[in-house]
């Protein structure tokens, strides 16, 4: 448990410097340089999510359950990946609709990836790292608009439906992937199941 908390915590500071420190986090990039910024920032998001994965799968053989959800929460957290997918592919790919609509689209893919699996698994490991995720992402999204709105940010230009059917492709590619071979080697459980 420890590993997962500290591997949490690490990562959701780092990740939120720019929500409550964006002015430190500017200083610090233009004295030590924007390059060797992102390669220390980089190296600890990847020790962070080490130490995640590592506490997570420590919990894994002795899971502390909280409740047993049915087996068709399974079927409803890959429809909802379908659609945090989308989400994620519209914050990768430029120009697309959602993004010029919403302006931070990853932070919702976040959300719904978060709720999508605390749907459908009931271990007090579940709960603390996609609920942790789903507060983070809902946190930062409430302040990213908030400070967009304030400072003035116009919205990314939408450029046509050419990279909205772009981030469809990559979406049903990635979910496919995901759902069918990726998940079941990477996490050893097959989603569908």
Same mark, same amino acid.
């Given at each position: 448990?420890?590993?997962?908390?500290?591997?949490?915590?690490?990562?959701?500071?780092?990740?939120?410097?720019?929500?409550?420190?964006?002015?430190?986090?500017?200083?610090?990039?233009?004295?030590?340089?924007?390059?060797?910024?992102?390669?220390?920032?980089?190296?600890?998001?990847?020790?962070?999510?080490?130490?995640?994965?590592?506490?997570?799968?420590?919990?894994?053989?002795?899971?502390?359950?909280?409740?047993? =959800?049915?087996?068709?929460?399974?079927?409803?957290? %890959?429809?909802?990946? /379908? &659609? #945090?997918?989308?989400?994620? +592919?519209?914050? !990768?790919?430029?120009?697309?609709?959602?993004?010029?609509?919403?302006?931070? =689209?990853?932070?919702?893919?976040?959300?719904?990836? %978060?709720?999508?699996? /605390? &749907? #459908?698994?009931?271990?007090? +490991?579940?709960? !603390?790292?996609?609920?942790?995720?789903?507060?983070?992402?809902?946190?930062?999204?409430?302040?990213?608009?908030?400070?967009?709105? %304030?400072?003035?940010?116009?919205?990314?230009?939408?450029?046509?439906?050419?990279?909205?059917?772009?981030?469809?492709?990559?979406?049903?590619?990635?979910?496919?992937?995901?759902?069918?071979?990726?998940?079941?080697?990477?996490?050893?459980?097959?989603?569908?199941?």
């Amino acid at each position: 448990m420890l590993n997962l908390v500290i591997g949490l915590v690490i990562f959701f500071g780092l990740h939120s410097i720019h929500i409550f420190a964006p002015e430190w986090r500017d200083r610090n990039m233009a004295k030590s340089g924007a390059m060797r910024w992102r390669i220390r920032f980089g190296l600890i998001s990847l020790l962070a999510i080490a130490s995640i994965i590592i506490g997570y799968m420590q919990l894994r053989p002795s899971p502390i359950w909280l409740w047993y =959800p049915p087996a068709w929460t399974h079927q409803i957290s %890959a429809v909802l990946m /379908l &659609i #945090s997918f989308y989400f994620a +592919a519209a914050a !990768i790919i430029p120009g697309t609709k959602v993004k010029s609509m919403i302006g931070h =689209p990853l932070l919702i893919a976040i959300k719904v990836w %978060a709720l999508a699996h /605390l &749907i #459908s698994n009931g271990t007090l +490991a579940d709960v !603390i790292l996609f609920g942790s995720f789903l507060i983070w992402a809902i946190v930062s999204f409430a302040v990213a608009r908030r400070r967009d709105r %304030a400072a003035g940010v116009e919205k990314p230009i939408y450029i046509g439906v050419h990279m909205d059917l772009a981030a469809f492709v990559l979406t049903m590619v990635c979910w496919f992937a995901m759902v069918f071979f990726l998940h079941k080697l990477l996490i050893g459980v097959s989603p569908l199941v």
